[in-house]
C-alpha cells in the first residue's frame, strides 16, 4: 500500500506542477496556483493558517509510529 500511495502523491505533484506551467507561460498575470492563492489569503488570512497547521501536520514527527 505504501507504494500505490507513494506513486499517488509523485502522481499529483507532476499533474499539478505540468498543469501550474500553461498559466505561467500566459501573458496574463494572477493565474498561476501560487498567485490564486496569495491573493486568496490576501482576503481570507485564515487559508495562510489553515495551510501552515496543514504542512505542520504532515510533516511534524509522528511519535510512536515506526515510519520507514
Do not use: C, N
Not at 3 to 10: E, L, Y
Amino acid at each position: 500500500m505504501k507504494k500505490i500511495t507513494t506513486a499517488v502523491i509523485v502522481g499529483t505533484i507532476l499533474a499539478v506542477s505540468a498543469y501550474d506551467v500553461w498559466p505561467a507561460m500566459t501573458k496574463k498575470k494572477g493565474d498561476t496556483i501560487s498567485e490564486v492563492l496569495l491573493a486568496a489569503a490576501k482576503e481570507r488570512p485564515i487559508i495562510a493558517a489553515v495551510w501552515g497547521v496543514l504542512t505542520g501536520h504532515l510533516f511534524w514527527p509522528q511519535g510512536g509510529k515506526d515510519v520507514k
